[in-house]
C-alpha cells in the first residue's frame, strides 16, 4: 500500500534562512508523482511544486526546490530565503500511478515556523 | 473569479439539521473531488468525480451525498450528522489526463474549505 511519512511534526526556521521538510514514501509503482502543498491557517491547500518519477532533474519553483532521491523514496522540499509568509502546514502528496482515479495520498503535515 | 471557491466557509449545525456545501471551480478542470480534514489526521479523500461520473466512493457513510451536476460544480449534502463529522471540507479539481500517470497535468487544486461545525 502506498505511504507517505513526514516526520516532523513541527520547524522553526530563521527568516531568511533555508529550511528542509522531510518526506518519504512507499510504493510499488514505477510511475507515481509527488506533490507539496501549503496549507495557511486559513485553510486553503496551495500547489507548490510537482516532481514525477521519471523526471531526471529536481524540480524547482522560485523558492521552492525538491530534493529527490529515488532510491531512498525521499522527495524533501526546500524552501530558501524563508520568509514570515512561508508560517504555514506543509503537506507532502503522492499520486499513485496505476488505477480509475487521479488519487492523492497525502501525509500528516509539518507545521513551518518562520521566526523574525 | 478564478481558482475554486467554497461556500459557506463556516457551518454550525445541530445532528438533526440537513445542509448543503457548495464548491465551484473555474478553471476547466473535468475532475472534481471532496476530501474531509479532521485534526491530526491526514485529509481523506471521500468522493472523485470524473466527467460528472462519481468513480470513487471511499466507503463514505450515507449521511454524506455527494452531487455533481456539471463539471463545474460540485455538492455534498449532509444529514443527521455526528459531532465526530466536524472537520474542514475541502473541494478540488483537476484535469484528468486518464492514463497519463504521474503527470503534473494531474495537480489537484484546492478551495479554501469549509469548517464544519456539529453541536
Known amino acids: 500500500a502506498q505511504k507517505i511519512t513526514q516526520t516532523q511534526p513541527g520547524m522553526f526556521v530563521q527568516e531568511k534562512e533555508a529550511v528542509t521538510l522531510d518526506c518519504t514514501y512507499d510504493t510499488s509503482d514505477q510511475s507515481y508523482g509527488l506533490f507539496w502543498y501549503k496549507q495557511p491557517s486559513s485553510g486553503e491547500m496551495i500547489f507548490l511544486i510537482y516532481q514525477g518519477s521519471y523526471d531526471e532533474q529536481n524540480a524547482t519553483e522560485g523558492r521552492y526546490s525538491l530534493n529527490f532521491q529515488k532510491a531512498r523514496k525521499s522527495a524533501n522540499l526546500v524552501i530558501s530565503a524563508s520568509q514570515l509568509g512561508d508560517s504555514a502546514m506543509y503537506f507532502c502528496?503522492?499520486?499513485?500511478?496505476?488505477?480509475?482515479?487521479?488519487?492523492?495520498?497525502f501525509g500528516t503535515g509539518t507545521l513551518l515556523a518562520v521566526q523574525p | 473569479e478564478t481558482g475554486v471557491t467554497q461556500t459557506p466557509r463556516h457551518l454550525v449545525m445541530g445532528m438533526t439539521n440537513k445542509k448543503s456545501l457548495k464548491c465551484e471551480q473555474h478553471l476547466g478542470h473535468n475532475a472534481m473531488y471532496w476530501y474531509k480534514q479532521s485534526a491530526k489526521k491526514p485529509l481523506e479523500l471521500m468522493f472523485v468525480?470524473?466527467?460528472?461520473?462519481?468513480?470513487e466512493n471511499n466507503s463514505v457513510p450515507s449521511r454524506f451525498s455527494p452531487e455533481c451536476p456539471n463539471s463545474s460544480h460540485l455538492f455534498l449534502h449532509l444529514h443527521t450528522l455526528q459531532p465526530e463529522d466536524s472537520a474542514l471540507y475541502l473541494c478540488?479539481?483537476?484535469?484528468?489526463?486518464?492514463?497519463?500517470?504521474?503527470?503534473?497535468?494531474?495537480?489537484?487544486?484546492f478551495g479554501p474549505g469549509t469548517r464544519l461545525t456539529v453541536l
Open positions: 502528496a503522492m499520486r499513485e500511478g496505476s488505477g480509475a482515479t487521479n488519487k492523492l495520498i
Open positions: 478540488a479539481s483537476s484535469q484528468d489526463q486518464g492514463r497519463l500517470a504521474g503527470g503534473r497535468t494531474d495537480t489537484q487544486y
Open positions: 468525480y470524473s466527467l460528472e461520473e462519481r468513480v
